[in-house]
């Protein structure tokens, strides 16, 4: 039976960025290097299949630091963490290491700096996401006040409306940021905004990749975890961006076929914590029931590598 032509287009860049697969390396060096069990607080991505993939190496994963022994090592995941949680680990006396994304780490280092200068810090940022909490923790309670959306600029109580400054979290949606910007400036004229946009390099790029690929598919698929804010934000850029049907999806397994019949051509990209294997797992998938045609459209070249901490490249 013939199969149904199908094209294929992959956005490029997708998938890992370079704060993942540093995250990743130092929970496997940290494995090498101190041996099973290390535990990490918080998955150290949000990806099942990297979760498991450490899991089965000797990686114990806790969401608080209190599930951990004290005489185990312990990581904190690349979303970062509030200041009481190294604090606590040091109190324990606790061999711990920080794989937080730098670029996350620039971000509260921003909102410390503005801190210091007396300044109220405005975050836009997703409620409860591990990200936000983290960020948040770095100052003290009162100190960040967090905006979702426009609407909730209007509620926000500052002590001082022209003492503020805002930082973002790195995995939002840049045009829904902007929106979000926009009225905070409109409502705080004197508000200060980063140096540079606290949006990371990659959720821009995969999201510039996304846009660059919607109106070219009948449908798109995400591959990412349901708790990825970034895979989801590309989910919501590709549907803006016209492509109707746009489904985030975890594997191969997950995708709704029937949902896909009749259609020519299918737009692919993975979220930051997504490995390729994946991505190669669901075009086998399509190669099974359609003949495929693989394009890819490529937006940016990445080349950033972030190192492990030095304490992992020193010998036990």
Do not use: C, W, Y
């Given at each position: 039976m013939t199969k149904p032509p199908l094209t294929l287009i992959l956005a490029a860049p997708r998938g890992f960025c370079a704060g993942v697969d540093r995250a990743i390396k130092i929970v496997e060096m940290a494995i090498e290097k101190w041996g099973a069990p290390v535990y990490v607080r918080h998955e150290i991505v949000h990806n099942k299949y990297v979760v498991d993939g450490l899991r089965d190496k000797g990686a114990v994963f806790v969401e608080e630091l209190d599930e951990a022994p004290s005489d185990r090592p312990v990581i904190f995941s690349a979303h970062g963490v509030a200041k009481a949680v190294p604090a606590e680990a040091e109190r324990r006396e606790m061999v711990y290491v920080d794989a937080t994304c730098p670029l996350v780490s620039k971000v509260h280092i921003e909102a410390e700096r503005h801190h210091q200068?007396?300044?109220?810090?405005?975050?836009?940022?997703?409620?409860?996401?591990?990200e936000t909490i983290g960020t948040m923790g770095q100052l003290p309670d009162g100190e960040v006040l967090l905006v979702e959306t426009?609407?909730?600029?209007?509620?926000?109580?500052?002590?001082?409306?022209?003492?503020?400054?805002?930082?973002?979290?790195?995995?939002?949606?840049?045009?829904?940021?902007?929106?979000?910007v926009a009225a905070l400036k409109a409502r705080f004229p004197k508000i200060i905004g980063p140096h540079k946009e606290d949006i990371c390099y990659a959720t821009t790029n995969r999201q510039e990749a996304v846009k660059a690929i919607a109106p070219k598919a009948d449908a798109l698929l995400v591959i990412g975890a349901p708790n990825s804010s970034n895979s989801r934000r590309l989910v919501e850029v590709a549907r803006a961006r016209g492509c109707a049907y746009s489904q985030l999806v975890a594997r191969a397994n997950e995708i709704d076929w029937r949902a896909l019949e009749g259609v020519g051509s299918v737009g692919l990209t993975a979220g930051a914590s997504a490995p390729e294997v994946l991505v190669d797992e669901v075009i086998e998938a399509f190669r099974e029931r359609f003949d495929v045609t693989v394009e890819t459209v490529e937006t940016a070249t990445e080349n950033v590598e972030f190192k492990v901490p030095r304490v992992l490249r020193e010998p036990a």
């Open positions: 200068n007396g300044l109220q810090m405005v975050m836009i940022g997703h409620v409860g996401h591990p426009e609407a909730d600029v209007e509620k926000i109580a500052p002590r001082d409306p022209d003492r503020l400054a805002f930082i973002t979290q790195t995995t939002l949606s840049v045009d829904d940021t902007a929106g979000i």
